[in-house]
Structures are given as C-alpha cells and as structure tokens.
C-alpha cells in the first residue's frame, strides 16, 4: 500500500496557527493558575493554592 500526497487533506497553515496559539495560552492560564494564582483567577480563595501547593514546590516554584 502507498501513501500519496493529498493536498485537500492537509491541514491549513492558519488553521494551524490557531490551534497552536490556543494551546500555548491555556497551558500559560494553566501554569498560572497552578503556580500562582491565589484566588484571583479561579475564584477559589486558597483551595487551588492549597491544593497545588506540592506541585508547585516540584515545579521550583515559590510560594511562601
């Protein structure tokens, strides 16, 4: 069986584009609020800092 090219199956360079800006800005907003969100963002009061808090110590990240 031989693979060919098809053009039309291709993904669109812009489509792309998107797709990886969107995933580089959720990891970003998810590092954050691992890291250093202490209720601001997630509403949460300290119960995400609370929760993460190990992780964040494994990431090299300061906390208190």
């Given amino acids: 069986m031989a ?3 098809s053009p039309e199956a ?5 489509k792309l584009a998107v797709i990886a ?5 959720l990891s ?3 590092l954050y609020i ?4 202490q209720g601001a ?3 949460t009061g300290m119960f ?5 808090h190990d992780g964040r110590h494994l990431m ?3 906390c208190h």
């Fill in 28 to 30: 970003m907003l998810a």
């Fill in 34 to 37: 691992v890291g250093f969100d």
């Fill in 3 to 5: 693979l060919a090219y």
């Fill in 48 to 52: 995400m800092h609370e929760l993460m």
């Fill in 60 to 62: 090299g990240l300061p």
């Fill in 21 to 25: 800006f969107a995933v580089v800005l």
């Fill in 10 to 14: 291709s993904v669109d360079s812009t």
């Fill in 41 to 43: 963002v997630s509403r």
